[in-house]
């Protein structure tokens, strides 16, 4: 299928009081195992452990009904179908900065201009927040950096061998800065 933008995808940012609503949940919990279940680089390995990829979304959503960290999702007919974190360092020294944190959309929207939506949806958010810069790090071996590369963002280090993804296959993480 070719290429083409999905006009029926709205971004919105997820408001504090919706961060735990189950129905959110269940789609961002499906969504994140069928993206590393398709050889998504979104934290996890093939198959994707689904208690821990839960653990994980349920501290993440926890962090964004706090108030410390915003979620930007990708909508269509009403579910979730993309979603990307803008994550709070902690520090007063970093205030003028996030980080970009598990920047994903369904595998059957890949290659249509979705995750090009979603990205430029969070840099909107973040513009409206003030912010100057973003960070995120992408798993080598993907390719990825060339998308993040297309908007805007310059690779400024690398961490060799970073990720482990199984004994004896070390990757590199790519340290990838976007200045607003």
Same mark, same amino acid.
């Given at each position: 299928m070719p290429a083409e933008t999905n006009h029926d995808l709205v971004y919105a940012v997820v408001q504090t009081t919706d961060a735990k609503r189950a129905d959110l /949940?269940?789609? !961002?919990?499906? #969504?994140?195992?069928?993206?590393?279940?398709?050889?998504? @680089?979104v934290g996890f390995t093939v198959p994707a452990d689904v208690a821990a990829v839960a653990r994980t979304l349920d501290s993440q959503l926890d962090r964004v009904a706090a108030g410390t960290d915003l979620l930007g999702i990708l909508r269509q007919n009403?579910?979730?179908?993309?979603?990307?974190?803008?994550?709070?360092?902690?520090?007063?020294?970093?205030?003028?900065? /996030?980080?970009? !944190?598990?920047? #994903?959309?369904?595998?059957?929207?890949q290659g249509r201009g @979705?995750?090009?939506?979603?990205?430029?949806?969070?840099?909107?958010?973040?513009?409206?927040?003030?912010?100057e810069q973003l960070m995120l790090t992408a798993r080598g071996g993907t390719g990825v950096e060339g998308f993040y590369e297309r908007f805007g963002y310059t690779v400024v280090g690398r961490h060799p061998g970073a990720i482990r993804l199984a004994p004896g296959d070390d990757r590199d993480e790519i340290i990838m800065i976007y200045r607003l």
């Open positions: /949940r269940e789609q !961002l919990l499906e #969504m994140w195992v069928d993206v590393t279940n398709a050889g998504g @680089a009403g579910n979730a179908v993309g979603m990307g974190f803008l994550v709070d360092a902690g520090s007063g020294l970093r205030r003028h900065w /996030r980080t970009v !944190l598990r920047l #994903m959309v369904r595998p059957e929207l @979705a995750g090009r939506l979603l990205l430029e949806g969070l840099h909107g958010t973040a513009g409206g927040l003030g912010l």
